[in-house]
């Protein structure tokens, strides 16, 4: 049975965790490999509407190990609260492994965020303001705290004293803020320590186990690929690697490439994008708005999941969008929130872009460069019949159907699953994904 990925296409939000809970049913194991708790996955399902950061969406199922993989930085406090509020609504946490090996995000690497960003001014990435990014500054600098280092005061003391003293002169040296209090953080991290170490394991050897038995394992991306560090809009990108490529996911809970047989990318219908950086397809028009409040009234519109931000939306970019399906080596898409295009007149796809009057199909690198294209537009016609209790390709309006063909020509590779509406059998399984 294989090891399937499942990856966010665009800027994140696409309803990764929705399809993971499906998609889970038939996995043995579920594991997060990147990212922290700047993610924010809905899940809605029979037991309720639920917004996961760092808690993987396979928790939901009884007979499910969900592991939270080294490629994570977690914040043990926040963790620490989700389990509570799962397990207050009698969801069994038991199951859960959290890495030994994931690096930790400490006081000084939200502060450093904060600060940070304060200073880049109009510049600024615009992040989740979590301390992700910091977290994986001091882990590729060396200087991280890892989860197996709360767990005793000979392994913790000394490496938050390291850290700490060289981050304090940084905070007040650098951003001229205040020091953080060395004792009391040392103190607050034991404790937290104390309290995670039921879930502390070996998550690689989970992993590892569950493939060698033969048992289906899911991983669930964070994030989207173009937010991706090294294949995303840089610099406006998060710190760590979303998507497959350089087999970010097997980097993430410690397997080979050779293990991973399938990728399933989660696009939506269109795109949307939180925080800064270019975003050629932008809507700034009535269209914007009501794809943003589809759904507002029962808190489903197109606002952050982790920070509450309006999402800045826009058509569907199939420039952005084929590159990633293609430095993922995408076998297989998902297509999510096709019901939100529901009643619209006309539809449209980006399928290139203008620069300095010649058509690019390709993501420039040049961050600059990727500010000035205009996208150019195919227009299709849209339906007015309601999709979200359509649960057969055929049965949807055929305008519909034309804009999933078209979206595979131009994305070069097939929709296998399509999602209509965000609770779990709100779905269209055109191919069984494995
Ligand atoms: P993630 O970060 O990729 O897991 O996505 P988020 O949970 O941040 O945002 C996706 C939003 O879309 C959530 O509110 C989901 O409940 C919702 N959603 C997912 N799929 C669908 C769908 O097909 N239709 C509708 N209307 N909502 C969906
Ligand atoms: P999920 O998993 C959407 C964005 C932030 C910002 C940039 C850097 O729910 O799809 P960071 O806090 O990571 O340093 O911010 O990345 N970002 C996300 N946008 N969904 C997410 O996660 C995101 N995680 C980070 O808005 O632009
Ligand atoms: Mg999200």
Redesign the pocket.
Known sequence: MPIVVVV?GQ????G?GRIVDLLARKARVVARYS?GN????TIVNERGEFKLHLVPAGIFYPDKTCVIGNGVAVDPEVLLDEITNLQEKGIDTSRLVVSDRAQVIMPWHKEL?RLDEAMRGDAA??????G??PCFVDKVARRGIRVADLLRPEDLNPRVETALEYQNRVITGVYGGEPIDMSECIEKYHQLGLRLAPYVGDAQAVVLDAHRRGDTVLLEG???SL?DLDHGTYP????SVPSSSSSGAGLGVGIGPTAIQRVVGVFKSYST?????PFPTELFDSTAERLRDHGKEFGRGEY????GRPRRIGWLDAVSSRYSVRFNGLSALALTRLDVLDGLETIKICTGYELDGKVVDTLPARQSVLERVRPIYEEMPGWTDATSEVRNFDDLPKAAQAFIRRVEQLLECPVDLISVGPSREQAIIVNPIF
């Open positions: 966010g800027w994140g939000d696409e990764k990212a700047n993610a924010g996955h965020d990435i615009g992040t989740t303001g979590k992700v990014g964070a994030q989207g937010l406006y990108v998060t710190s994008r939180v925080g800064n950086g952050g999941t982790t920070t």
